[in-house]
């Protein structure tokens, strides 16, 4: 028994039969004609694209996928059939196996690739298996690269893009009996990562700034402390360390934006009252020196000169001649006033004097000690 197209009915296919129909349908040459061997000639050879697809079973595409593979390659291989170029059979087979391949170089694949790595990638699959079972063991890298002739390095990528086949679902479990899953696992963006070239920014910046300002910046930022905690432990007004923050604010903000960040000036603001107090008192060969307020190089001078008239008041008295420093009423002192305590202990040095700071506040302290002035830091006589 025969098929109206006269390939025979059994599972053996007539390659020469079908060449005839497609030798048929490429004469004719009338619309209608033409459409019905064509129609035909689709129809007997659909039974040669579905054994062509039978070939590439097996390897994780369903069947039904390969089918409709295999009979879009053979839509287009009648289409372009030219008897001039020989037998359809041949084009057909060859059409439909480039379209498999195609189907599964570029839709199987989980994570795109290069087209060198996968067929690469195939090439070490094939050549592990065939030799694994040839040395009753996996073969390594080098042997593998010998083998193909190949790179290790080429090896290497090869094993790794095989993987890019079938990914891990990011929802499977990150381990047994865990409800956690592997997306879990992956890390997110740092938002803090754009801020870095700020941060450091900044941080250089507030070197520029005097003592007192950058204290205030560290505590009310860093410290976490309100404007009012903050004037409780500088010994100033609420209102005056909203003026010093809003001022130091000011220039941050401006010197962010600027390629060429103007020097901090250090004239005082609106409404600032920047000076220190001393107050003397003279007992016998002791000079006492009371102190108050910030010490920086607005107010160091009169401090230096304080403590060299100091100096040389106790001088000509007999001994023990001391001078005596309280810092009790200094929150803050910076550079210029470690540099004034400093003019005032060479000068008790060279006149004999003995020279003691003490009552410092814990920050004043740590000042002095980083300093150096540790030795001559003590509690000075009442």
Known sequence: MTLQSGLPASGELDLPALDAVAMSYAQRSGDDARRLARERLVRSAMPFAGRLARRYRGRGEPMDDLEQVARLGLLKAVDRFDPERGAFTGFAAATIIGELRRHFRDRTWGVHVPRRMQELSIEVNRASTEMTAKLRRSPTVPELAERLRVDEDDVLAALETAAAYTPLS???PARAESEAELGDLIGGADVGLEAVDDRLTVASLLCRLPERERRILALRFYGNKTQTEIATELGISQMHVSRLLSRALAWLREAMLSDAPKQWQAGMGPGEHHEITVQRRDKASLVRLDVAGEVDRDTADPLRAALLEAVQAVSDRPQPREVAVSLAG????????VSALL????????????????????????????????????????
């Open 170 to 172: 990011l929802n499977m």
């Open 330 to 337: 200094v929150p803050i002192i910076d550079a210029a006033g």
């Open 343 to 382: 003019a005032g202990l060479e000068a008790a040095r060279a006149a004999g004097v003995r020279l003691r700071i003490g009552d410092m506040q814990v920050y004043v302290r740590r000042t002095l000690r980083v300093a150096g002035l540790n030795p001559i830091m003590s509690a000075p006589h009442a």
